[in-house]
């Protein structure tokens, strides 16, 4: 099955999900994922009892017996099948299964929601179809998220995935690193951190085609394979239907032991319940946090009110990243762009705090219609390291992301962020700052000194030199002759008009 096809098999699930009458957007995405990895346990099932028959060693099976497998649900009537998915195989994933993993944390409240016998039938037979046993079955879950519409709650809407692609390789994780998203959400940043680190350490001749998908096995990541599936990634959220979301999309992509936790990363029981990660414990933080305005004063964290006193979430946030990273540690963060130059205080002070006592490296603005069709907001990518202090932030107008910038969001010829990446490449790795002074282009830099003459204002449009194209207008009389012309146009039709109406 290519793309387009199992593109088309997903919508198709999707639309029954949605006439069956589960039309919550995140239900449906949990009861897809309970069915993808019903099936997908099956097959792992199958795979160790072929290995333990070509080892002669034993194998212990996770199910009771051949009942609670996919197989055997495909090959029973849809009422027993129904029946079985729902009191026995559901239960044993939650009790069994998930426990092992850091989904556990998280299935208590779980629960199997599809309503009728017809429509689990055309559920499991849809979900036989796709190809499980790719690393396709990443991007099906990538498909699925991509029809999440939850903009406006508690200021939540999912980043697309090109523009997280985009602060991955400007960050450059590495495979020895600790990376966190106190904001976690369907951990979309984590996915692309290890889809990421698979694609750059994979060897040439151990790149695959299969399906119509490039398959990179990231065969030299072994020796840190402990690290990636133990320590490496960590996500904090408050929304328990989020976070089975989260850890059911890493399970997706491989990561079977990430650290999600239940935790509103601003709230003042964060650094009690965890004190090792609240202590300057990660290498990379990647985010986009929610915009929901503010928060109950008395909830907040104190350390982070010591460094900026108010209740925006954005501006808490920022203050929060900059504990969590290590002495050295990279972020990349998308902000509104009220963060770039609001006049508050608040505002002021954590621009400070980034240019004086961090290096703030570049300010990627963004444009309006890139969340849409969720929100119409206005943002940038802040990108910057902790300690130290700043001598020049480079800066780049995003005009085009490769969609259209309305509602649909359609493909477009237009992509600045392939450019974006190699500008960023080039002044990274030492380019002549030479090469960035013409403030007329996407890329420029501005020196710490004249930011801070400016009450630390970071708006690209603060610093950036507007082109103004040059409009050559025809001479005065040949516009005349134009309008005589018309003119007589219009008097011989009224004459002709009063010679129809006399007749």
């Not at 129904?82 to 998280?106: C, L, N, Q």
């Not at 929304?239 to 491989?254: A, F, K, P, Q, Y």
């Not at 830099?445 to 050559?472: F, G, M, Q, T």
Request: with cysteine; proline share 5%.
């Amino acid at each position: 099955m290519g793309i387009k096809e199992f593109v088309n098999t997903m919508d198709n699930l999707w639309e029954k999900f949605w006439t069956g009458g589960i039309t919550n957007p995140l239900t449906v995405i949990e009861q897809i994922s309970y069915l993808m990895f019903a099936r997908t346990m099956d097959m792992e099932e199958s795979r160790k009892i072929r290995m333990a028959q070509r080892t002669g060693k034993a194998h212990v099976s996770i199910f009771p017996n051949d009942k609670y497998r996919w197989n055997s649900l495909m090959q029973t009537s849809p009422q027993k099948a129904f029946e079985t998915f729902r009191d026995k195989i559901f239960p044993m994933f939650k009790e069994k299964v998930f426990e092992k993993t850091t989904m556990g944390r998280f299935m208590a409240g779980a629960q199997f929601l599809i309503p009728s016998p017809n429509l689990f039938a055309i559920a499991i037979e849809e979900i036989n179809k796709l190809p499980l046993h790719t690393d396709s079955k990443g991007d099906l879950y990538e498909h699925l998220l991509s029809k999440l519409s939850t903009a406006g709650i508690n200021g939540q809407f999912r980043t697309p995935k090109h523009i997280i692609r985009a602060m991955t390789e400007i960050i450059d994780p590495q495979p020895n690193e600790k990376i966190c998203d106190p904001a976690c959400g369907t951990a979309g940043f984590l996915v692309a951190v290890m889809e990421y680190l698979r694609q750059k350490y994979t060897s040439p001749d151990m790149v695959m085609q299969e399906d119509g998908y490039t398959i990179y096995p990231g065969d030299l990541l072994m020796e840190y394979n402990d690290h990636m599936q133990k320590d490496m990634f960590t996500g904090f959220d408050f929304d328990s239907t989020m976070l089975r979301v989260s850890c059911m999309n890493l399970l997706m992509h491989g990561i079977d032991q990430p650290n999600i936790h239940y935790q509103d990363a601003l709230n003042s029981s964060f650094k009690e319940l965890f004190p090792k990660e609240y202590n300057s414990s990660y290498d990379v933080i990647m985010a986009n946090p929610p915009f929901k305005g503010s928060l109950d004063h008395e909830s907040v964290n104190p350390d982070l009110q010591s460094v900026v006193k108010t209740k925006k979430t954005e501006l808490l946030f920022l203050a929060l990243m900059v504990r969590l990273l290590k002495m050295g540690g990279r972020c990349a963060v998308i902000v509104p762009d009220g963060v770039l130059f609001g006049s508050s205080i608040a505002h002021v002070g954590i621009r400070q705090m980034l240019v004086d006592q961090n290096q703030l490296e570049a300010v990627i603005s963004l444009p309006s219609g890139v969340f849409k069709p969720y929100a119409g907001v206005s943002t940038a990518i802040l990108i910057f390291t902790k300690g130290g202090n700043t001598e020049n932030v480079w800066f780049y107008d995003v005009q085009n992301d490769g969609f259209s910038l309305d509602d649909k969001r359609q493909k477009i010829d237009k992509n600045d962020l392939p450019e974006l990446i190699a500008k960023w490449k080039q002044y990274d790795h030492g380019a002549n700052s030479a090469d960035f002074q013409n403030r007329k282009t996407k890329a420029f830099i501005v020196p710490a000194d004249e930011i801070r003459s400016n009450k630390y204002d970071l708006s690209l449009n603060r610093y950036k030199v507007p082109v103004y194209e040059e409009v050559e207008y025809d001479h005065p009389t040949v516009i005349l002759d134009r309008i005589d012309t018309l003119e007589k146009q219009i008097t011989n039709d009224l004459a002709s008009l009063r010679e129809m109406i006399s007749e």
